[in-house]
């Protein structure tokens, strides 16, 4: 299937970057100045800034409560953005679409970001964020039921790592782990994976870009080699929470997410490899209005409000 005519076109108007190195700072701007007046936005019963204290220090959180009730199932969800930009107003309505869809309590992770903070500061932050959220100190409101943990791109590769953190710490609440469109190999050979070549350009995000993209990250300290930086490479897989994977037919990191989604299976773990057609990376934060594309959200609650799912 083509792309999408509607993201074709936004992408066919959007100009070219500006010369010389990637600038951190600008390109936050630049994303910032697109983020709609909080009037305009989802409307949700509460949503509140607050902090949650984390062994590595504070991290701040948003937390959107879709409806009053006594006790909530959780979703903690880690932004994306190549581990040096998004933000809590980026994908603010990632989150509360989530909340809403779910039914969830969805805290939503303000995480430190490279090259400022070196690896593994953000993933730190969302490991502690996660372990905060389902103690009792957190005021959440969480029913002791559903602990889901959800991330688009690179806030993928976090939902994965904090998955595998969980497990080999011997902390079982994590109930599912959803990843939309994940960057899992930070190793950017081009032969490694089909989809690097197949959706190499004209798609939004270019093969040829995922070197100067990540290496704010890759610079810090982050080792591409390291299954905690690339959570494919982890040997063993059993044991982890069930998965939602969403892919997009031209994202040059789509065959990535699929292979972890079958080697998951592989390891004993019940995991749905769902590919959307017609989409490119990043279609969770700019073009979930899409009607074809904002099935995400309700295929997301479908998948977090199973029962009975059981652990790999």
Known sequence: MTLHPQVAAALASMPAPPPGPLDPAAMRAGEEAHV?????????????DRTGPTPAGDVPVRIYTPVEADSYGLLVYFHGGAFFLGSLETHDHVARS??????????????????????????QDCYGVVRWAAGDDSGLGWDGGTLAV??????????????????????????????????????????????LRENAVGYGLETAGLKPFNAFYLDSGADPADPLVSPIKR???????????????HDPLRDEGELYGQRLRDAGVPATVSRYDGAGHGFVQHFSWIPEFARVFEETAMFVNEHGLGRG
């Not at 989530?98 to 993933?123: C, I, M, N, Q, W």
């Not at 011997?170 to 994940?182: M, N, S």
């Open 98 to 123: 989530l909340a809403k869809e779910t039914g969830f309590t969805v805290v939503s992770v303000g995480y430190r970001r490279a090259p400022e903070d070196a690896f593994p500061a953000g993933l």
């Open 36 to 48: 709609s007046p909080v009037a305009e936005r989802l409307p949700l019963h509460a949503v509140e």
């Open 235 to 249: 040997a063993d897989l059993s044991g982890l929470p069930p998965a939602l994977v969403v892919t997009a037919e």
């Open 150 to 195: 959800a991330g688009d791109s690179s806030g993928g590769t976090f939902v994965a790592a904090v998955a595998a953190m969980a497990h080999d710490d011997g902390f079982d609440a994590i109930t599912h782990q959803v990843l939309f469109y994940p960057s899992l190999d930070l190793d950017f050979d081009v032969d490694r994976y089909a989809s």
